[in-house]
């Protein structure tokens, strides 16, 4: 901009600070390229932290001999599959029995009593604070002897071992549910499925329950993995499980325990795999309950 006759070239003041302040600033193009990079280290860091004890652990399992004997024994005992699928079996269960717990009363308490919210979050933390061993021995204590004394039978024992399995779930389950339900508007889904003519249990199976599929899977992913590997509780109900048949594995082989642990790894997470394929399998789209 020429101001005077003199010919001299002068910028406004305002214009001169805003082309200072603009070649002062960063480049924005550099500033993401080292906030990637940094991202990118901390997920190489994570995996890294992930997968080298997993290779750890198939590098020492590999050095029984024959090559491979590690793995063809721990395969050839029955006990591995009958203890495996014992915690599966019984893992299911938990899900399930956790879902029925968790999902109504977290809808609950979300709609209708938002108040007693940090109550429900204090009371599913009580597993992080009581020790699983504690909670087994009270359970041992309470129903060894009349008038209910579950743990002389072996349904007992297993609703037992249930249950306490439930009650550690609950952390897990309860804040993937929590986080599923602030992702939905969960009053304008009541009231359009209630104006409909939806009563609690069809508006609970056919609005609720599929919005929350993803966040189901999340909490039964995290319950299934938990439920395997759980050694206390299993132990002092003397049920057959998976995670005191490695513990009794460690005691008299060398090599089997690791690859016992890597096979069972590789079951976990193809049966969570299998699972969450079934789950997202269904429709995307979720209709009002009621609606014809």
Do not use: C
């Amino acid at each position: 901009m020429t101001f005077g006759g003199g010919g001299v070239n002068t910028l406004h003041p305002e214009l001169e600070v805003m082309l200072e302040s603009s070649a002062a600033a960063p480049r924005p193009r550099r500033r993401i390229s080292l906030s990637r990079l940094w991202w990118w280290l901390v997920f190489i860091l994570g995996a890294l932290y992930f997968i080298l004890p997993l290779v750890g652990t198939l590098a020492f399992s590999l050095r029984a001999q024959p090559f491979g004997a590690a793995y063809t024994n721990s395969i050839a005992d029955p006990q591995f599959f009958a203890t495996l699928r014992y915690s599966f079996v019984i893992g299911i269960i938990t899900v399930i029995v956790s879902i029925l717990i968790i999902v109504p009363t977290a809808f609950w308490v979300r709609l209708k009593v938002p108040r007693w919210r940090p109550i429900i979050e204090f009371i599913t933390l009580l597993p992080f604070v009581v020790p699983p061993v504690v909670l087994v021995f009270g359970l041992v204590t309470t129903y060894s002897r009349p008038p209910v004394p579950l743990t002389n039978t072996d349904f007992g024992s297993n609703v037992l071992v249930i249950s306490a399995y439930v009650i550690l779930s609950f952390p897990y389950m309860y804040r993937a549910v929590d986080t599923g339900l602030r992702a939905i508007d969960v009053q304008s889904l009541t009231e359009a499925s209630q104006s409909l003519g939806a009563g609690w249990l069809r508006l609970l199976w056919e609005v609720i329950f599929p919005n929350l599929r993803v966040a189901l899977l999340s909490g039964a992913f995290l319950t299934l993995a938990i439920v395997i590997g759980e050694f206390t509780i299993a132990t002092f109900l003397a049920r057959p499980a998976f995670g005191p048949y490695i513990s009794l594995l460690g005691g008299n082989k060398a090599y089997e325990p690791a690859a016992v642990s890597l096979i069972s790894f590789g079951l976990t997470w193809l049966a969570m795999i299998m699972i969450s394929l079934l789950g997202r399998a269904g429709p995307g789209r979720v209709q009002i309950a009621g609606a014809r």
